[in-house]
């Protein structure tokens, strides 16, 4: 058993951290983009990967036993914002500026009421064996769905859009991967946290694919380059 469980142990340590390189290479190139580009879209598309790489990060502390309440509380607001940024960045596909305003100030108004449940919530223990796995206070699940649910459908409903007008390869790798990933988040929030970690791996592996391709990252890096 002890063999078992240190096994178990080393796999999440390691699956967890090479997510982890992957998001933090994806987001470097992503915030690249955004420097070239300066489009709105790709900021809060790489703040999004930024702020998922922490959060698998985090989960491999977990996985090696650093945990406390502080911690989960920070990684319970984590996974929340990540899906919000990332649906932020969909929403700058949007052409209605009322849409977008609108949604800016119900994503400051429900991160407010997400952070407030976080820190003053009761948290408790919520890995088993290594993984997130636990109930959550009812206040954060509330919380963490007025920011996490709403995202998650923006970015299903505009990623359809945007491949209906948009059709290719490298797209629908993009969609699936952005859609793959905010599910990571409501996955755990929705108390479906066995699929937390598979989610998280082949969201990522999408997002490259679609993302990261070598002519566009040598014009990250010499954005005067066709």
Not at 49 to 76: C, D, H, K, P, R
Request: proline content about 2%.
């Amino acid at each position: 058993m002890g063999f078992d469980m240190y096994g178990l142990q080393t796999a999440v340590v390691v699956s967890t951290l090479f997510i982890t390189v992957l998001s933090v290479v994806l987001a470097a190139f992503l915030t690249l983009n955004f420097r070239s580009r300066r489009q709105a879209s790709y900021l809060f598309w790489s703040l999004g990967m930024w702020v998922f790489a922490v959060g698998v990060a985090m989960e491999a502390a977990f996985a090696l036993g650093v945990y406390s309440q502080a911690l989960a509380g920070i990684y319970i607001f984590v996974v929340a914002l990540t899906v919000e940024l990332l649906a932020l960045g969909s929403m700058q596909l949007v052409s209605s500026r009322a849409l977008r305003i609108a949604y800016y100030a119900y994503c400051v108004a429900t991160t407010l009421v997400l952070a407030a449940a976080t820190y003053t919530a009761e948290i408790g223990n919520i890995i088993v064996t290594y993984v997130v796995f636990g109930s959550l206070p009812i206040s954060v699940i509330i919380a963490s769905s007025l920011v996490t649910f709403p995202a998650a459908v923006l970015l299903a409903v505009i990623a359809g859009i945007s491949y209906w007008h948009n059709r290719g390869a490298k797209m629908l790798s993009i969609i699936a991967g952005v859609v793959i990933v905010s599910v990571a988040g409501t996955l755990y929030i929705a108390a479906i946290p066995e699929f937390l970690y598979f989610a998280e791996f082949v969201g990522i592996l999408l997002l490259w694919a679609g993302f990261f391709d070598a002519k566009g990252f040598r014009r990250s890096f010499h954005p005067g380059r066709t």
